[in-house]
């Protein structure tokens, strides 16, 4: 669903139904989502969502889907992650998402890894650092919160991906369904800065 009245935009208007060819439908993408975080007791409403993100399974598509963003938006940054390039597009209008008006999509290539689905798969989530906090102890206030390691429901993964360039630590924690609930095999991911604070980061470097 997009926030603005298409016919504003003709040439958006043109571009979404290719979106949602390549991606699918983004309500049932929204509610696994949001499936996810009231297992985890997240309450969405109260922090940023900060990107979308989709995962392929070959290059070949993921070169098709990147000029399918170049389309409908412009390449904001890509970087070299772990050997393969992620690719981060801001549209040139807003996808209404659980409330929210998000812009940005990720597009990280494929890394060797097969997807049960391909298209629409994991949001990112600006849960902010607190005064003077390590990584190590938002990532641990963060999982106290919401008594993530508790859950037995979820499947938590806790990384701090390393790009070239980026200032600012950038951890994440990855929430996702064990046994892939409902064929829930989205995931939800929780950060401590959103997207143009990094990049911001980067030009000042």
Known sequence: MILKNPS???TFANFLPKLTACFGDIAPFEQK???IAETAGIDLRAFAIDHLAVRMNDVTTAMQWKA???????LLKESDVN????GLFKLH????????????????FPKGKIYQEQGWEHIEVVVPFLPDETVEQWAE????RFDLHENVQLKLKISQPSVAGERLPNPSIAISLKNATNCNFCCLKLHPYDINAIICSEIEN
């Open 8 to 10: 504003e935009c003709p």
């Open 33 to 35: 989502i949001q499936h």
């Open 68 to 74: 399918l963003l170049l389309e409908g938006g412009e």
């Open 83 to 86: 050997g393969r390039p992620i």
């Open 93 to 108: 209008q807003p996808i209404a998402f659980c409330g929210q008006s998000v812009s940005i999509i990720e597009l990280p």
């Open 141 to 144: 206030r963060v999982c106290k």
